[in-house]
Nanobody, 116 residues
Framework: VQLVESGGGLVQPGNSLRLSCAAS????????MSWYRQAPGKERELVAG????????YYADSVKGRFTIFRDNAKNTVYLQMNSLKPEDTAVYYC??????????WGKGTQVTVSS
């Protein structure tokens, strides 16, 4: 099983980034996919994810209206479109694939730095 995040980098406030998470080694369409982030000195937090069988999405209040999660099951990839980035969005972003307690996988993360 592999989850490989990409698309992070250094960006100025107000700009956009799109993160990608390429999955392999499991039945992608059967898993809930989500994005988490962890800033220095803080706990890892859920940013966005699919819920309710994948028909609905969840967003943390801090990113609502700015971030969008979407997936392409044909490409086994989940994305996080991040617009209007703020310095407080600076963190390592992680992709998670979860089906149940025995099938729960994480990527290694990609760094996003928002700074002028």
């Amino acid at each position: 099983v592999q989850l490989v995040e990409s698309g992070g980098g250094l960006v100025q406030p107000g700009n956009s980034l799109r993160l990608s998470c390429a999955a392999s080694g499991f039945t992608f369409s059967s898993y809930y996919m989500s994005w988490y982030r962890q800033a220095p000195g803080k706990e890892r937090e859920l940013v966005a994810g699919f819920i309710s069988g994948g028909s609905s999405t969840y967003y943390a209040d801090s990113v609502k209206g700015r971030f969008t999660i979407f997936r392409d099951n044909a490409k086994n990839t989940v994305y996080l479109q991040m617009n209007s980035l703020k310095p407080e969005d600076t963190a390592v972003y992680y992709c998670r694939a979860n089906r149940d307690v025995n099938n729960d996988y994480w990527g290694k993360g990609t760094q996003v730095t928002v700074s002028s």
